[in-house]
């Protein structure tokens, strides 16, 4: 072991303890990043169905997602970085009715299928009484 | 960094072929065992990368492009026996091991003296591990949040480059007065 | 000595990568969020703790008794209060102590507010199609006069018994219908459960309904982050806006009733159109929110949002308030201590009570 650290010390270069700090700065400046959980981003949308996450759908690409849910179908479009309900169950059609969402904070709310659709992000409240 | 190569062994064809195969072998096998062992940390793709150290030695005694080919003949051949061949996992071990074997490449040709064998280890397995997280993030989970890992990948990179690269130093110290006196 | 020295400086860098990973582990708060639809709406729990496991065990619990609550206050199910429907007015039904509970409590807001608050007017609300699975498959129609009639003029009343834990109804007419007030009862519940937790903050939203603490503030080395929760008060005719915001420091509640939860529009034909926030010319808005006094919806206000210290009390008020209107209502929050109310009528004026004079809410509607 003391022959090791001996041999080791010997052949750490002033170039390799440059790399070392730069790793460690490197680290100290995305630590930050660790604080933000997965949903602070914005570009994405949250879909649960009875609460449990079953999408996590970038709005970068345009397409269709079907989530079956305890009244039927439960049809979700996204085009052009913002989602929308496009068909689901239910007499109100609220969710259909409320059209398209793309800021943080933004929540699609279908309650008969007990879907919600969720731009995730800070969007300066915590909840809204409603 | 010279290569050592050249002037030092034996030119002799079939020794170099002996050579490369045995350090393949045990690329392999140290990349197999490694995958038996449950992961040091829970962030997925970390790994110690010890196999790296035999990719670091072929480069060093065998040239670049024997460093490179072995990188890809490990990872292929090791997921192979391994049984995960056509795993995500196997794709993304694949994607990191070549990336890793270019930047330590492009290290010891460019970089080398300023840096040892140490330096150039760490820059690999930060290569390796950062090159996992965005195959991943492309082929995957295109999750932002993946990026949340980004500072524990610096890290691990940095324990495990330093860890391999010791040990490939004290190797190498080793193998070359070895065969200096041989 | 230069070895050692070299040995030393590893050594160094090792001890200051620990102390990144140790600064992280320390300014991290485990906020654990979860969803679920209970009592026909969504139900959501947010809860900040140092420990993560100890925010997801107290979520976990306090979502299960939420869930075994609700369908203790199912109108029609197979817990006490269906069957108090099913026989009270025949018989003494035996209740739960949390029906019970918040019968009792629903009983004494009826009577606080002259009335206005009254949960034996489940036949009523269905006359007019305000039904249980209204979100799922419910059409409003107007009733009659000849059918609402007799049902309004009904003396409902219902005997409790404090030490029996049993109940009676007045009439067979009488259904009751604790959807106004269980709601908040269950996030009470919930709250006293993450509390005994010691959860350091936690939101609870039962579909708008919601109650929030701030017990500790989290700090990172010795900064303290202190931050009030913000809350939003939904605009009435707009979906996509809010009134305002409330910062809201400590242990409160908040219930908003409003026009636009449950509504539907008919024409000068009675033709029937679809419920939406936004008023439609020629056309009368009917809502959930009934007068008991005439078995129709009450009118003056359109929305009502009650500040109180649980979310029960909030609840209540915000209905009964609602009905009273705005001079009545307004008396009544400033008689109870610790309440506060943001009032929009019909013309558009918000108006707000005295404690709540220097928050920034518009005057008028925007």
Partial sequence: MRELLRTVSRYLTWGDYLVIALV???????????????????????????GQIVHQLSLAQDYEVTVTGPAGETVIQVQNGRVRVLRSPGAQEICMRQGWIHKPGQVLICLPNHVTIEIPGDSGVDAISR | MTPYTRSTLPEAWLLKRILFAALLALGIVLYVLEGFFPPLVPVPGAKLGLSNILVLFTMLF?????????????????SFIAGTLFAPGALLSLAGGLVSALVVALALKKLCPPLGLVGVSILGAIAHNVTQLVVAYFLFVQISGLFYYLPFMLVLGLISGLITGLIAVYLFERLRRELELA | MRRTLSVLKIFIFIVLALSLVFLYLQGRVAVVQEEHYLLGTYFRIKAQSRSHDQAQRAVHEALAEAKRLSEEFSRIGAGSLGALNRYGASESVRLSDDVFTVLEAAERYRELSGGAFDHTIGKIVDLWGFTQDWDRAGVGRIPSADELQPLVEEPRQISLDTTAKTARLSSPNIEVDLGGIAKGYIVDRVVEILKKHELDSALVDAGGNIRVFNDRPRKVLWFEDRRPFRIGVQHPRDESKILGVLEIWGDHALATSGDYQRCFFADALKNIFPCRYADEPDKIRYHHIIDPKTGQPARGLISTTILAPTAMEADALSTAVFVLGEQKGLALIESLPNVEGILVTDNGRIVVSSGLKDINFPTELP
């Fill in chain 1, 24 to 50: 460690l700065l490197g680290t100290a400046a995305t630590i930050p990043l660790l604080h933000q959980t997965a949903e602070a981003s914005g570009r994405w949308a949250i879909v649960r169905l009875d």
């Fill in chain 2, 62 to 78: 065998l040239g670049y492009g024997a460093g490179i080919f072995l990188a890809i003949a490990r990872s292929i051949l090791g």
